[in-house]
C-alpha cells in the first residue's frame, strides 16, 4: 500500500482508459490523467473538448511487454509499453515496474477477490518545462508531461510512469510537405524556371512528398555504414518538385547533411546534395517515430489522394492496447454483458469510483470499497454514487450492496446536506454536539409533527460526526399503539377508512413523517386489513405511491424476474433466508421489500407472516385451495382441481347419494358402459371411488387450510384400473404366490405416462382379445429414474399405447387405417373390434417396438380388502405403464359406473348419464365404396389435435383437420375416400394435443414441442355432419381439401428447389455450376469440350428457378390466406377455453400443472399442486414456445351459450376455521409403520433429484419436517 495521504485513486482499466481519453493540448484546463474525478451534480456533466482526440494507440518495436495472457510479474520483472497515435501522432511511454524491495511482496492480480486489479493512486506530475529545467533538452524526444502513480494494494509493488510527448514532426514542418497549396507553388516555380528541362512534369501532391521522405529515412535506416548513405542531388526533378530550396529545416531536423561536390565539368561550379542521416543509437528511435508519423499523415489522406501501391508496402500497425493490459494485469478481466451505446456516454459516478462502464457487479463493489478505504472523507458521495449506480443497472447484488452499507450506517452525501439544511446549519459547521442537539431539541418543541423527519436528520448528523451523545438522541423514536391512537385521535374499533381519512387530514399540517407512523403502528395490529396497510405504505412513501417499486423488491429480495409467478410461500422462504441474521437496517429493508410485494398482490398470507412470522394463515373463501403431492401425483391433482370445476361433475359427486345406483339384479343385467356390460365388483369400486372423491370435493369446498391432502385411496382408485388389475390376476394364475390387485403404496413408484389416446372402456379378464390387440406399445420412460423420487417433475407423459380391442366408445380417428399421400401425421386406429372385417389398413404406421417390464424388487400389492400385502416383481409391467389419458378415462368410467343411468341408447343399449351427456360427442363415419356411402356413429370424450413438426406452427384448427380432412383408406383391396364429421358435440369439448412422436432412426419416443396457437374462442361447424352432401359446409370442406392438396404439392415443390435439408440449394448449384462451367472454359484444358452456350443456359434456368420459387411463394401465401377465411363466417357452434393442461418435461418424465379460466372474474388461475395463484401475464399460458417452460397438452373448451350452467370455478363455504392440533405425527405413526415395512428398494420415481416449486423446509408425506433451510433449487443455503 502506498505512504501517501488519503486520497482517491483508479483501476488500471480507469486510467488507461482516462488516457486514450485525454488530449493535452484540448482539455479545458483540466488534467483527466492527474486530477482527481470532479464531484458530478446534476445537470453539471463533465464534458470533453469537442475537439479532443480519442487516442488510437499503436505497439513501437521498444516494447517489453507480456509475452502470454498468463504470465505473472516477480519481484525482479518491469514491462514497458511505447506507442504512437495514429491519429494525433502524440508519443507515449508506460513504465510498469514490479522490483520496489518490499516483504511480502504480492502484485495484484484477478485470482485473488481482495485485489484483482491495481488501483493507483497519483504520486507525482511533472510538465515537460519543469523536465527540461531538471535535466535539459532533448531533441530527440519533446516531453509534454509525466506522471507517477503507485497501486494502493495492501502488498503490491506496482509503479506505474505514463509520459507523453509531442510528434517528432511539428505543424510547420508538416506543412511543408502537405500543404496542397505551397506544393503547386513550389512545382509551378521550379517550372516557369526552366520549362525545357521539366516539359511533361507536373506539381506533386502531399503522398507523393511524403512517400519520397519516408524512402529516404528507410533508406537511412537499411544503410550498413557512413560510407553507404545516399545522396539526394538537390537537382533530382522528384525532389526539386516535392521540397526544393524550402524544406531545408525539414532536413536539418531529420539529421540530413548538405554537402557541395564539384560539377562536371567544372566550369559549370558546383552541385548540391543531402547525405542521408547517420542512424544511431541515439537517434534510431526518432527516425522510426519520424517513419510512423509519416505512415499516420498517408492513412489520414483523402482515398482520393492515397496511392495504393504506397500503401501496400506500408507495414500496418499493431495496436498497443493488448499490450497494455497484459503489462497492468487486466487483460479478459470479467466485464458485464451490456448492449454498447455509442451515443450514450459513460455515467461520471463511474469515474468518480475510479472504476468503468464494463466493470460487472463485483468489480464495482470491490472498487468503491477500495475507494472507501482510500478516502475515507468522502465516502458520503462515494455512496450515492454506488447507490445510483445499482439503480441505474437494476442489479440484486448492488442493491443488496447497498442495503448492507445502509445497515451499517452508511449514508450519500446529498443525505448528509439535507440534514443539516433541515436545521439550518452548514454542513461544514464548527458548532459542537450540544448546540446541535439543542436546535433539534428546539426544532420538535416548536414543530413536534415535524419529530420524525428531525430524527431521521439528527441520525445522519450523528454517524458523520461520530458523536454518540446525538445519536442516542436521535434514536429515541419509540411510539406505543395507544400513541398511535391518540395522535389520529381514533380508537382501537375506528373503521379502517376513518383511521386513514384521519391521518390525511393531519398529513395537511405537514407532521407526515409522524403521522405515516402511527398510520403503521396501527396497521401492524390488524395485518389482515389490506385498506390500512396500503394507505401506510402510501403514506411512507411520501408521496402517496409505494416507496418502493415492486420489481426493485423482488430484486432486493433477489427473486428477479421470475418473482410475480412464483408462490407466496416462495417469496416468504426467500425473504426468511435473507433477513435471518441480517443487521437491523437490512432487516427493514427486506420487510418494505415483502410488504411491498404483498401489497401489490394482496396477499394476507404475506401480510401475516411478516407480522408474525408463527402465524397460522387459512384460505381465503373467495380464492380456489391446492391439493399436496402424496408422490407422482401432480396429473392427479391437476385433473381433480379441473373436475371440481365442472359444475354437473362436482353437483353429481357432492350429491352422490341421489345419483348412487342400487346394487339390485335388474340394474346390474342392463348396466352397460363403455360397450360392456359392467359386473358388480367393478360398480362397488367405482361407487367406493365417488365416495372417496365426494370427500375431496367437499374438503375444497370447505377447508380453511390453503391446500388439502387427497387420499391414497383416492389415488389407486383413480391410477390403476380393473383392466390392469384383471391382465396382473390372469397372469398370476401360472405363478404359485398368491396375488392380488395393487395397492396405492406400491403404485406411487410407477411413471404415469402423458396423453396418448383417450382411454378405452375396460375389458374384463375374461373377455377375448386378439394378439394385436393384447400389445401395449409404451416407451421405456424409467431406465434413469433413481430410487425414492417423489419429484413431481419425475412424472412421464406421452407414452404409445393402443386400446384394446372389443370397444365401441372410440376417439375421433376411424377403425381403418387412414392414408394421405400428402400428410405425414401419425393417425391411430381405433381397436378392430368394430372395424369391417373387409377393410384392412394398407400400411401401418411407425411405431416404436414393445419393451420388457423393469426389473422392481420389493413392491406391495394388496390382494384382499383387509389389505394382506405380497411382494412381486411382475406387477409393474401391469400397474405401472399408465397413460395419463387413461388416467382421465378410468375417472370418466368409475363415475360411470357407480351412478345410475338416467336413459340408454338406442340399439347398443348403453348408459346414458351426467358423464356422458356432459364430456361424450360422436363422430359419424363416411367411406365411400363406388356409387355408395357408408355412414357409421362411434361416441368419444376426446379430440385428437396434431401439431407440426420440424417448427411447422399449427393453429388448433390446423391441428384438429388432420382427423377431420378427407383420407384415403383400403376397403376390399380398393382405395376409397373417407371423411369424419362430428353428428353429436359435447358441452364439455376436451381436446388432446398429441406431443408424442417417434423417431424411427434412434428408435426412441420424443416428445414433440413444436407450438399449437390455440385460441380462446373456437368455432365447431366447419366439423358439423349435416344430412346434405351439398351443404355450404361440406362443400367448403371439399374446397378445402383441394386447395391443402394443391398447397401440399407447392411446399413439396418449394422444397425440393430450395433443398433446406441439404448443404446448398437447387439455384446456388446451379450458379456454382456456371462459374465452374466458365472457369474450364477460361482454362481451355486440353481434351474437355464444353458447349460455349452452356453458360448462357444455366443463366437461363437460374432465373427460371429464381421466377418459379417467386411464383411458388405467392400461391402458398394466397392459398394459405384462403383457407385461414374460408369458415370464418361460421359462428353458431362458439366455446369458450376454460382449462390449458401443462407439461413440463421430456417424453419420459416431468412435472404437470393446469390453468383454469375464472369467467365470473375474468381470471386465469395456475393449480400446482398446493399452489393455487393468479396468472397476471396471460403470455405465460398463450405464448408457448415449447421450451422448459412447459408445453400445452390438453385443452378444455365450454359451450359459450351453457357457460354459466357448465362451470363454476370457486366454489367455497367455510364454516369454520379448524383447531390447530398438536398430535399430528401421533396420528399418522400407523402410516409411517406401514410404509416402513415396504422396506428401502420400493422405488418411488418423484424422488429423482427433488427440484421443490419453492424453497421451502420440505415436509415429507407423514408430517416428519426437516427443518434446514433449503435454497430455490433444493439446496442448503
Request: proline residues 6%.
Amino acid at each position: 500500500m502506498d505512504r501517501l495521504p488519503p486520497g482517491p485513486g483508479k483501476t488500471a482499466p480507469r486510467l488507461i482508459l482516462d488516457l486514450l481519453n485525454y488530449d493535452p493540448k484540448k482539455n479545458y484546463n483540466k488534467n483527466l490523467l492527474s486530477d482527481p474525478a470532479p464531484k458530478w451534480r446534476k445537470g453539471l456533466w463533465d464534458a470533453a473538448h469537442p475537439q479532443a482526440c480519442r487516442h488510437s494507440l499503436m505497439r513501437k518495436d521498444q516494447t517489453r511487454a507480456p509475452a502470454s495472457n498468463d504470465e505473472l510479474p516477480n519481484a525482479n520483472t518491469s514491462y514497458s509499453v511505447a506507442a504512437y497515435c495514429n491519429k494525433c501522432r502524440l508519443h507515449f511511454m508506460l513504465n510498469v515496474d514490479y522490483k520496489r524491495k518490499n516483504d511480502f511482496q504480492i502484485p495484484c492480480r484477478q485470482s485473488d477477490m481482495e485485489s484483482p486489479l491495481h488501483h493507483f493512486r497519483l504520486q507525482e506530475s511533472i510538465t515537460g518545462k519543469e523536465f527540461r529545467e531538471r535535466f535539459g533538452v532533448n531533441k530527440y524526444d519533446h516531453l509534454i508531461e509525466g506522471h507517477r502513480w503507485g497501486c494502493s494494494g495492501s502488498n503490491c509493488p506496482a509503479i506505474l510512469e505514463v509520459r507523453i510527448s509531442s510528434p517528432r514532426l511539428g505543424k510547420s514542418l508538416v506543412d511543408m510537405i502537405t500543404d496542397r497549396q505551397r506544393l503547386e507553388a513550389r512545382g509551378r516555380k521550379e517550372i516557369a524556371r526552366d520549362p525545357a528541362r521539366y516539359q511533361g512534369v507536373e506539381p506533386v501532391g502531399p503522398v507523393s512528398s511524403l512517400w519520397y521522405l519516408r524512402s529516404y529515412l528507410t533508406d537511412a535506416k537499411a544503410a550498413k555504414d557512413t560510407a553507404s548513405l545516399k545522396k539526394i542531388a538537390k537537382r533530382n526533378k522528384k525532389f526539386v518538385m516535392a521540397f526544393g530550396n524550402e524544406c531545408d529545416d525539414l532536413f536539418e531536423t531529420l539529421g540530413f547533411t548538405e554537402i557541395e561536390e564539384p560539377a562536371e565539368p567544372p566550369e559549370d561550379g558546383t552541385n548540391g546534395f543531402w547525405q542521408l542521416p547517420v542512424v544511431t543509437n541515439e537517434n534510431i528511435a526518432f527516425i522510426e517515430d519520424v517513419i510512423f508519423e509519416i505512415d499516420v499523415l498517408m492513412q489520414n489522406l483523402p482515398l482520393s489522394e492515397q496511392n495504393p501501391a504506397y500503401m501496400r508496402v506500408m507495414v500496418r500497425p499493431v495496436p498497443a492496447l493488448k499490450d497494455i493490459e497484459r503489462s497492468l494485469g487486466y487483460f479478459d478481466y470479467p466485464t458485464r454483458s451490456r448492449t454498447i451505446d455509442l451515443v450514450t456516454e459513460e455515467h461520471p459516478y463511474y469515474k468518480s469510483l475510479g472504476a468503468v462502464e464494463t466493470f460487472n457487479d463485483e468489480y464495482l463493489t470491490w472498487a468503491y470499497d477500495r475507494q472507501c478505504l482510500c478516502d475515507p472523507v468522502n465516502k458520503p458521495y462515494y455512496f450515492d454514487c454506488l447507490e445510483d449506480l445499482a439503480k441505474g443497472r437494476g442489479s440484486p447484488d448492488l442493491q443488496m450492496k447497498v442495503a448492507m452499507a445502509v445497515s451499517l450506517g452508511e449514508y450519500g452525501l446529498k443525505q448528509l446536506e439535507d440534514s443539516f439544511k433541515f436545521f439550518g446549519l452548514d454542513p461544514a459547521t464548527k458548532e459542537g454536539d450540544d448546540h446541535i442537539m439543542g436546535v433539534y431539541k428546539s426544532r420538535i418543541a416548536s414543530a413536534p409533527r415535524q419529530k420524525e423527519e428531525a430524527k431521521a436528520c439528527l441520525s445522519i448528523i450523528a454517524k458523520h460526526r461520530k458523536s454518540e451523545a446525538i445519536e442516542a438522541l436521535a434514536n429515541d423514536n419509540t411510539m406505543s399503539f395507544e400513541e398511535a391512537l391518540e395522535l389520529l385521535d381514533v380508537t382501537a374499533t375506528t373503521a379502517s377508512d376513518s383511521i386513514e381519512a384521519a391521518a390525511i387530514a393531519m398529513v395537511l399540517d405537514g407532521d407526515k413523517a409522524r403521522v405515516a407512523r402511527a398510520l403503521r403502528v396501527i396497521a401492524n395490529q390488524r395485518p389482515e386489513d389490506l385498506t390500512l396497510q396500503k394507505a401506510a405504505a402510501r403514506m411512507e412513501s411520501g408521496n402517496g405511491e409505494f416507496a418502493l417499486d415492486v420489481s426493485e423488491a423482488y430484486n432486493r429480495l433477489q427473486i428477479g424476474n421470475s418473482g410475480p409467478n412464483l408462490p407466496d410461500e416462495t417469496v416468504l422462504t426467500y425473504y426468511q433466508s435473507l433477513s435471518s441474521g441480517a443487521p437491523s437496517g437490512s432487516k427493514d429493508s427486506f420487510a418494505e421489500a415483502l410488504r411491498t410485494i404483498a401489497l401489490d398482490r394482496n396477499s394476507i398470507f404475506l401480510l401475516r407472516k411478516l407480522d408474525d412470522p408463527n402465524a397460522v394463515v387459512h384460505a381465503s373463501t373467495a380464492e380456489p385451495v391446492g391439493l399436496d403431492n402424496i408422490g407422482n401425483t401432480c396429473y392427479l391433482n391437476s385433473l381433480l382441481q379441473y373436475y371440481y370445476t365442472i359444475k354437473p361433475v362436482r353437483d353429481m359427486v357432492i350429491d352422490f347419494e341421489k345419483h348412487r345406483m342400487t346394487l339390485t339384479e335388474d340394474n346390474l343385467k342392463i348396466k352397460r358402459v363403455g360397450g360392456r356390460i359392467v359386473d358388480k365388483s367393478e360398480i362397488i369400486k367405482a361407487q367406493k371411488f365417488a365416495g372417496e372423491l365426494h370427500n375431496l370435493f367437499e374438503d375444497l369446498k370447505t377447508a380453511s387450510t390453503r391446500s388439502v391432502k387427497p387420499t391414497k385411496e383416492l389415488a389407486e382408485l383413480t391410477l390403476f384400473s380393473s383392466e390392469k388389475e384383471g391382465e396382473f390376476l390372469e397372469r398370476r394364475k401360472s405363478i404359485s404366490s398368491p396375488s392380488g390387485p395393487p395397492n396405492i403404496a406400491s403404485i406411487m413408484g410407477a411413471p404415469v405416462f402423458g396423453p396418448q389416446l383417450p382411454p378405452a372402456p375396460l375389458t374384463p379378464p375374461s373377455s377375448s382379445e386378439t394378439p394385436e390387440d393384447d400389445i401395449e406399445m409404451i416407451d421405456n420412460p424409467g431406465d434413469n429414474v433413481e430410487a425414492h423420487d417423489d419429484s413431481s417433475d419425475a412424472t412421464l407423459v406421452d407414452m404409445d399405447q393402443i386400446p384394446a380391442g372389443g370397444i365401441k366408445t372410440s376417439t375421433v380417428v376411424s377403425s381403418n387405417t387412414l392414408i394421405s399421400n400428402t400428410d405425414t401425421d401419425a393417425v391411430m386406429a381405433n381397436g378392430g373390434g368394430d372395424s369391417d372385417e373387409t377393410s384392412k389398413p394398407l400400411s401401418s404406421p411407425e411405431k416404436p417396438p414393445p419393451i420388457p417390464p423393469r426389473n422392481k424388487s420389493g413392491l406391495v400389492i394388496s390382494t384382499t380388502d383387509n389389505k394382506d400385502l405380497a411382494a412381486d416383481d411382475e406387477l409393474w409391467r401391469f400397474g405401472t405403464q399408465q397413460d395419463v389419458t387413461e388416467v382421465i378415462g378410468n375417472v370418466t368410467y368409475r363415475l360411470q359406473c357407480a351412478i345410475k343411468p338416467t336413459s340408454f341408447e338406442e340399439g347398443s343399449g348403453e348408459q346414458i348419464d351426467v358423464i356422458r351427456d356432459t364430456f361424450f360427442g360422436a363422430n359419424t363415419t363416411y367411406t365411400e365404396k363406388g356409387h355408395t356411402t357408408e355412414t357409421k356413429v362411434e361416441a368419444w370424450p376426446t379430440i385428437i389435435a396434431f401439431p407440426g413438426k420440424d417448427g411447422d406452427v399449427r393453429d388448433l384448427y390446423e391441428a384438429i383437420d388432420v382427423i377431420y380432412d378427407e383420407q384415403y383408406v383400403e376397403v376390399e383391396n380398393k382405395k376409397c375416400p373417407q371423411h369424419f364429421s362430428i353428428s353429436k358435440l359435447p358441452e364439455i369439448l376436451q381436446i388432446q394435443i398429441q406431443r408424442t412422436d417417434f423417431d424411427p432412426v434412434r428408435q426412441t419416443s420424443y416428445k414433440n414441442r413444436t407450438p399449437v396457437a390455440f385460441p380462446e374462442t373456437l368455432f365447431m361447424d366447419r366439423y358439423v355432419a349435416t344430412d346434405d352432401p351439398e351443404s355450404v359446409v361440406m362443400r367448403r370442406r371439399r374446397e378445402t381439401w383441394k386447395w391443402k392438396s394443391q398447397l401440399r404439392l407447392l411446399e413439396a415443390r418449394q422444397e425440393a428447389l430450395k433443398n433446406s435439408k441439404e448443404d446448398i440449394n437447387v439455384p446456388d448449384a446451379l450458379l456454382a455450376m456456371k462459374d465452374f462451367v466458365k472457369a474450364l472454359q477460361e482454362e481451355e484444358i486440353e481434351g474437355i469440350e464444353i458447349a460455349p452456350e452452356l453458360p448462357e443456359v444455366l443463366e437461363d434456368r437460374i432465373s427460371r428457378v429464381a421466377a418459379e420459387l417467386e411464383e411458388i411463394s405467392r400461391q402458398v401465401g394466397a392459398l394459405k390466406k384462403t383457407l385461414k377465411e374460408q369458415f370464418t363466417d361460421m359462428r353458431e357452434h362458439e366455446y369458450k377455453l376454460h382449462s390449458v393442461f401443462i407439461h413440463r418435461g421430456e417424453a419420459g418424465g416431468g412435472h404437470y400443472w393446469v390453468y383454469i379460466y375464472d369467467f365470473e372474474h375474468d381470471i386465469w388461475r395456475e393449480y400446482n399442486d398446493e399452489h393455487v395463484s393468479e396468472v397476471k401475464d396471460r403470455r405465460r399460458i398463450f405464448d408457448q414456445t415449447g421450451s422448459a417452460d412447459g408445453t400445452p397438452y390438453y385443452l378444455v373448451y365450454v359451450k359459450t351459450q351453457r357457460l354459466r350452467d357448465l362451470v363454476d370455478v370457486v366454489c367455497r363455504e367455510v364454516q369454520e376455521a379448524p383447531m390447530e392440533l398438536d398430535t399430528w405425527n401421533g396420528q399418522m405413526d400407523g402410516v409411517v409403520n406401514e410404509v416402513e415395512e415396504e422396506g428401502e428398494d420400493v422405488r418411488h420415481i418423484e424422488h429423482v433429484k427433488p427440484r421443490p416449486l419453492r424453497p421451502k423446509p420440505p415436509v415429507n408425506e407423514w408430517g416428519v419436517v426437516n427443518d434446514q433451510a433449503l435454497d430455490p433449487n433444493g439446496n442448503t443455503w
